[in-house]
Nanobody, 121 residues
Framework: QVQLVESGGGLVQPGGSLRLSCAASGTIFSIYAMGWYRQAPGTQRELVARIISGDITNYADSVKDRFTISRDYAKNTVYLQMNSLKPEDTAVYYC???????????????WGQGTQVTVSS
């Protein structure tokens, strides 16, 4: 089994910063991609950022130049540095990973439990 555990959410004022972390553990052969989605009340879950093997990154237009995704391959951990936060960034942030558990098995998708980020004065 594979588990993804997020940390780093909380309450921050507009213009502030937060850093989210997500660590993958369990039976892991390789990780193809990790990233972050978010979901605000009454909206669909949307991709925030992802990082693919080879450090290829993708960002939602709404967070470009403010958020940075990075990955520690040795620790199977992905980070999301969020700067210049806005009230519209308020949401539950979910970590995901495309992870292979064995050499014979294709990548499966795994999700964390989510961490709340609230941007408010």
């Amino acid at each position: 089994q594979v588990q993804l555990v997020e940390s780093g959410g909380g309450l921050v004022q507009p213009g502030g910063s937060l850093r989210l972390s997500c660590a993958a553990s369990g039976t892991i052969f390789s990780i193809y991609a990790m990233g972050w989605y978010r979901q605000a009340p009454g909206t669909q879950r949307e991709l925030v950022a992802r990082i693919i093997s080879g450090d290829i990154t993708n960002y939602a237009d709404s967070v470009k130049d403010r958020f940075t995704i990075s990955r520690d391959y040795a620790k199977n951990t992905v980070y999301l540095q969020m700067n210049s936060l806005k009230p519209e960034d308020t949401a539950v942030y979910y970590c995901y990973g495309n992870i292979r558990r064995t050499a014979r098995r294709g990548p499966d998708e795994y999700w964390g439990q989510g961490t709340q980020v609230t941007v408010s004065s």
